[in-house]
């Protein structure tokens, strides 16, 4: 029992040192608080309104996996109650109006707005969100590969055209609101100069899809490798009389020269002549004789590169 009169008297005596120990600091601290919470109380409340504050979708269901395809509006104008100090620092961009989209489902759906209350500074308060709902449409999230097409811009040099392109990889896995995604049967890369081309280049460009509901997939590259060969403006042309050699055996062909038709670059094509071009069938043998056979035409090793046959008449010979 005196023990515990002993431990009660002790603790008399601390409160009676803390209370008077430093009295005038503790009654300054008290005066500051005070005065503290006046000024702010006293502070005059305003109301301020803030134009175009995003709306954004939360809660999204991702099984099965949707999306909000299409919109009334994609911004709210919201009413604010609170000091004058705070409204004037406030910016509609630091805020949010919150579409709740929990155990929403496919179809048009109308949906109440919120304002995101935990963005707002203590003293400040939500007096009104307009418009209080926003009307969407939700649709399933769907994925599809497609094939990418290049996307020129410029002049190619006078007499010059493009000779091949080639786009690696050819397609693109996109994902997106299934509407979307189903009137989506090619994409573009992102616009490449032809001007003052006229040889072969490569570029890496990227990919323009052209639709905001649309996005690349993330297995899928967000770049293309475009390769163009640029070169001379092709032409044909018909060389007659080139003799149809027999090897192999002692036969002669009917007839014995063929019409060849080339086609390439102007430059190689307007000085090639018969020498240039050898048309040969092969001899099949005694039992063969008088058979039709079709003669193979190669082009010389000067224009080989530059040049490619076309057609040859007649398209075939009779051996004899």
């Known amino acids: ?19 008077l120990e430093n009295t005038g600091l503790k009654v300054l601290a008290l005066l500051i608080t005070a005065v503290l919470w006046l000024s702010v109380q006293s502070r005059p409340v305003s109301e301020a309104t803030l134009a175009s504050v995003p709306i954004e979708f939360h809660n999204l269901p991702k099984s099965p996996d949707l999306t909000v395809s299409k919109y009334d509006t994609l911004s709210a104008r919201v009413t604010l109650v609170g000091p004058r100090d705070e409204l004037d620092g406030l910016q509609s961009s630091e805020l949010a109006v919150v579409a709740d989209m929990s155990g929403v489902e496919r179809g048009v759906r109308v949906i109440p707005l919120e304002l995101d209350k935990t963005r707002l500074p203590i003293n400040v308060k939500a007096r009104n969100v307009e418009p209080r709902s926003i009307r969407v449409t939700v ?18 040099p006078a007499g010059y055209e493009i000779l091949t392109k080639q786009i690696s990889p050819p397609t693109v896995r996109i994902v997106g609101a299934e509407s979307a995604v189903r009137e989506i049967t090619q994409v ?15 570029e890496s460009v990227a990919i323009d899809i052209g639709s905001p509901n649309v996005n690349i997939s993330d297995d899928s590259a967000r770049k293309v490798q475009l390769s163009v060969n ?23 062909a009917t007839p014995q020269f063929v019409k060849v038709t080339v086609y390439g670059a102007p430059s190689a094509v307007d000085r090639m002549t018969a020498d240039d071009l050898t048309a040969s069938v092969q001899f099949p043998g ?18 080989s590169g530059m040049v490619v046959v076309q057609l040859v008449e007649p398209s075939v010979v009779r051996l004899r």
């Open 1 to 19: 029992m005196k023990r515990l009169l002993d431990y009660v008297s002790a603790l008399r005596e601390y409160g009676r040192d803390y209370l």
């Open 188 to 202: 573009s890369t992102e616009t490449v100069s032809l001007s003052d081309k006229s040889g072969f280049f490569t």
């Open 230 to 252: 640029i070169g001379e403006i092709r032409k044909r042309r018909v060389i007659d009389h080139v003799p149809v050699a027999v090897e192999g055996g002692p036969a002669s």
């Open 286 to 303: 005694p039992s063969g004789q008088g058979r039709l056979v079709a003669p193979n035409v190669a082009v010389s090793s000067t224009y």
């Open 139 to 156: 649709e399933p999230v769907v994925a599809k590969e497609v094939s990418v097409a290049p996307r020129f811009d410029g002049s190619l």
